[in-house]
């Protein structure tokens, strides 16, 4: 029996014990459904062999959202906690797993892949391309991403989740402190995720370096191209430092290694640096796929073109060049000495600098501009505000003599949130709504769409930004509970009030998302926002295989040229077209890696060498195997193109 | 598929072309990953508590050794894809033979390495120190025994296939690999070797 005590949960509770239930009815209803409607073979081939960016953005999107669930639900549970003082809702110690879990959820699992949502669907469309350049890869990304996420969810009915917050500070989170499995869970998942990721960097660099049509130079792309080169080239230089610092980790905690111990040599603060070089480059890689979004919708709502696109270029490459150098500022207060701190303090405070500059483009592009307030449109709107008062409240944190007060406070937690929320969440919002009629040929309820703004927005005010002034007043982070006398019981109410606003806001967009497949109308055309990129010049849905003919392109709205100027834009004859084969693979190396992963948070050896060994046998399979793809002759081409009104040159 | 004859081989194909660059892009991650595991070397290196310094253990034979091996194979690999671009397949399958068995014989020399520290009181769990050596090293031997499976599948193509532009393209992309390990390693000799000798 004590080899099956590791499974145990050190700390169960009834909602656990549900929660295990629930799991269990769910995973039995959807087997039994995909076995009762017949969907098993549909699901194989149609999705879990696809290899098409379109379909691999649509997955990573089902993934994002679910995730957003689990890390809403999470949330909530630590403003119920806090809501009022000495509550006894959560223990101290299911609340460290909580925020814990929130954390590395809504950031690894719940923003990465909303962003690699949006730029799989979009960047090979928005550059004329066919698919990205190595479509097996980028299936065997998001797989790896959604094992490692899946890995991660189990951790709290089978072990126990991770309890040291989602920097996962050693010795903190060492063996001597934490001595259930969840770290082990924290080390692995995120591991086998940023593998996935990493793979995703390299394979979009190369798409956009190489894919983009002849006639597309660097000046030539999109803004969010532009972002999503910046984003890949940021996660290429920084998601190997995650790898080491997550190995040695690891080797601290199952091979007894003495890297970020507090005796024999090791050095507890070399987790904190080397978390942050990694941790700062990934913020950015979180938001800047988010400034190329709202680029995007500020001038097709604006209908104007982009104000300032050179300096926006700069300062995005600035920023990410910048965003290496001010790690150190997430420990000011751990004692590296007055210069260290001094030096990080001004990168911090530069970094200001390019993200100010991309502000006032936004405004200036608004400005004279006929401003339609769609959907998409608030979401860019609400941003500005509130995305400022989150950067400069993190000025007010950079400056490392202040933040001797501000560390480790609901400050800082409301500041992060003030960045994240319109930063990400608001973009991934306004990205979903303005590019879902590409991705699902119908549109997104108005209506609907704008109470859904106006909760998220009202509740994530009410709910952050008390924060400010109980952080000030001295309220620490990650506490589970604080007393009566402290005076923070009111604000925090306030907060959870906020919060439940804020998930009603969120209910009402999954409600206009069903309500809008029942009911919106289907015959929209193609380009139902009168849009400027490329990707509105296919047809909704996109074609397997994107365009029938290479686009021509002179500028960075060729679409716009195309319908204003009527600059042609496809030209010559269509051509048979290449295409990547469907493939398992991806699919059965990444369930094989999360095998491996578990096998490795139980200290499992024998499971943990066995899947070890069918993961290179399956690189060694793909290594062997002969698939040169299939070609789509001319004649389907040309009938799937004739009943769809993509524009012609001959018909414009 | 279209062939661009101007070209040497491997560069023939656009998806071989796609390939080289999305390899040079990985070998940019993998210098990231290398930097950041040297960086930590360099910090916990003099932090050796009660165990034994470099000084102490490192041995100079064992490591000359193993450098002459994997320079030479870098040099020979250099040779097969010499001999790939002149479209002589048997000379190229002979050369990445040569090297695969020289990296053969290096990780032989460095398995001997590692269980004469652990022999001396050296072992993983002694000290950060040895911790970080164990895993900087074993990081670069776990990457030459990937590739030596690589490489060996690699020949097998080749000579099923022949000299394509697909089996090319493969062969080169393996090359780049393996001569980038070799910079590691020269990496790895002059700075921790030699430095922690002196
Ligand atoms: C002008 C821009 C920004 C500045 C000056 C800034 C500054 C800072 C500073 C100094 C801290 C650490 C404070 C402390 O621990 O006491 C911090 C924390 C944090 N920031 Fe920012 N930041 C900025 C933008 C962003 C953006 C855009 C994001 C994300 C999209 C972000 C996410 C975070 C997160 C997640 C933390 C908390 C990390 C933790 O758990 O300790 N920040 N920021
Ligand atoms: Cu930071």
Request: proline share 4%; aromatic share 16%; charged share 10%.
């Amino acid at each position: 029996m004590t080899y099956f005590d590791r499974f145990a949960i050190p700390h169960p509770s009834p909602a656990i014990y549900a929660s295990m239930v629930a799991i269990g009815l769910t995973v039995i209803a959807i087997l039994f459904g995909l076995t009762y409607f017949k969907k098993w073979g549909y699901l194989w081939r149609e999705w879990l062999t696809t290899v098409d960016h379109k379909r691999i953005g649509i997955m990573y999107l089902i993934a994002a959202l679910l995730m957003l669930f689990r890390g809403g639900v999470d949330a909530i549970m630590l403003r119920a906690q806090t809501a009022v003082p000495d509550n006894t809702l959560l223990d101290a110690q299911h609340y460290n797993e909580v925020f814990t879990t929130h954390g590395v959820v809504m950031i690894i699992f719940m923003a990465m892949p909303f962003i690699y949502a949006l730029m799989n669907f979009i960047v090979p469309l928005q550059i004329g391309a066919r698919d990205v350049a190595f479509p097996r890869l980028n299936a065997l990304s998001f797989w790896l991403f959604f094992m490692g996420a899946m890995l991660f969810n189990i951790s709290f009915v089978v072990g126990g989740s991770p309890d040291a917050g989602w920097t996962s500070y050693f010795p903190l989170a060492g063996n001597d402190f934490s001595t259930s499995v969840g770290t082990n869970y924290y080390l692995l998942s995120i591991q086998i995720a940023g593998i996935g990721t990493l793979i995703s960097g390299i394979n979009f660099m190369t798409t956009i370096f190489k894919m983009r049509v002849p006639s597309m130079t660097l000046m030539k792309m999109p803004m969010f191209t532009w972002t999503a080169l910046i984003t890949n080239a940021i996660v290429v230089f920084a998601f190997p430092v995650l790898t080491v610092v997550l190995l040695l980790g690891t080797m601290d905690r199952l091979f007894g290694t003495h890297i970020f111990t507090m005796t024999n040599g090791g050095m507890d603060m070399l987790w904190a640096n080397l978390f942050w070089v990694w941790g700062h480059p990934e913020v950015y890689i979180l938001i800047l796929p988010a400034f190329g979004i709202y680029s995007e919708i500020v001038s097709t709502f604006s209908r104007r073109n982009l104000y300032g696109y050179k300096s926006m270029v700069a300062s995005i490459v600035i920023i990410s060049f910048l965003s290496f150098l001010v790690w150190a500022h997430h420990f000011f207060t751990m004692g590296q000495g007055a210069l260290a701190n001094s030096i990080f303090s001004i990168t911090t405070m530069a970094i200001a600098i390019p993200t100010g500059i991309k502000i006032f483009n936004w405004l200036l592009t608004m400005r004279k501009g006929r401003i339609e307030f769609t959907v998409p449109m608030l979401y860019t709107i609400g941003f500005i505000p509130i995305f400022t008062i989150g950067g400069v409240t993190g000025v007010m944190l950079g400056m490392a003599s202040a933040d001797y007060q501000y560390h480790n406070t609901m400050f800082l937690v409301a500041h992060f949130h003030y960045t994240i929320i319109p930063g990400v969440v608001f973009a991934m919002l306004a990205g979903l709504t303005y590019w879902w009629p590409k991705m699902f040929g119908y549109m997104l309820s108005e209506k609907i769409g704008k109470w859904a703004f106006w909760f998220i927005a009202i509740g994530f005010n009410v709910t952050f930004f008390p924060m400010f002034f109980t952080g000030l007043d001295g309220q620490a982070r990650r506490m589970y509970t604080y007393s009566e006398a402290t005076g923070y019981g009111p604000l925090n109410l306030l907060s959870f009030a906020g919060a439940i606003v804020l998930m009603a806001g969120v209910a009402i967009l999954v409600y206009n998302i069903y309500y809008s497949t029942r009911y919106a109308p289907r015959n929209i055309g193609s380009d139902p926002w009168n849009a400027r990129t490329l990707e509105w010049a296919t047809q909704s849905p996109v074609q397997s295989y994107n365009f029938a003919r290479t686009p021509h392109v002179e500028s960075t709205e060729a679409f716009w040229d195309h319908k204003k100027k009527g600059k042609p834009l496809f030209k010559g004859k269509i051509e048979k077209i290449h295409m990547p084969n469907n493939s398992g693979m991806p699919f059965i190396m990444s369930s094989i890696f999360f095998v491996w992963g578990f096998s490795f948070v139980f200290s499992m050896w024998i499971p943990a060498i066995i899947t070890t060994i069918a993961i290179f046998a399956c690189m060694a399979h793909r290594s062997f195997e002969k698939d040169d793809g299939y070609y789509i002759p001319v004649e389907e081409i040309e009938a799937t193109e004739k009943d769809s009104e993509v524009l012609t040159d001959e018909t414009r | 598929m279209k062939l661009d004859n101007s070209l040497p081989l491997e560069y023939k194909t656009e998806q071989g072309r796609l390939n080289i660059l999305g390899f040079w892009i990985f070998l940019g991650a993998e210098v990231m990953l290398f930097a950041t595991l040297f960086a930590t070397y360099f910090i916990l290196a003099p932090r050796t508590a009660s165990g034994p310094t470099g000084a102490e253990i490192f041995e100079i034979t064992p490591v000359l050794i193993e450098t002459i091996l994997l320079l030479t194979s870098s040099f020979t690999i250099g040779l097969g894809v010499h001999a790939m671009r002149l479209g002589r397949k048997n000379a190229m399958m002979t050369f990445f033979g040569i090297t695969l068995l020289l990296g053969l014989a290096f990780l032989g020399v460095e398995i001997y390495e590692f269980t004469h520290y652990v022999n001396i009181g050296a072992g993983l769990q002694v000290s950060a120190f040895t911790g970080i050596l164990m895993t900087t090293l074993g990081t670069h031997g776990a990457h030459v025994t990937l590739g030596l499976f690589w490489g060996l599948f690699i020949i097998l193509q080749v000579k099923k296939y022949g000299l394509t532009p697909k089996t090319a393209n493969k062969a080169f992309i393996f090359s780049l690999y393996w001569h980038f390990l070799d910079v590691v390693w020269i990496f790895i000799f002059s700075f921790v070797y030699l430095k922690g000798m002196m």
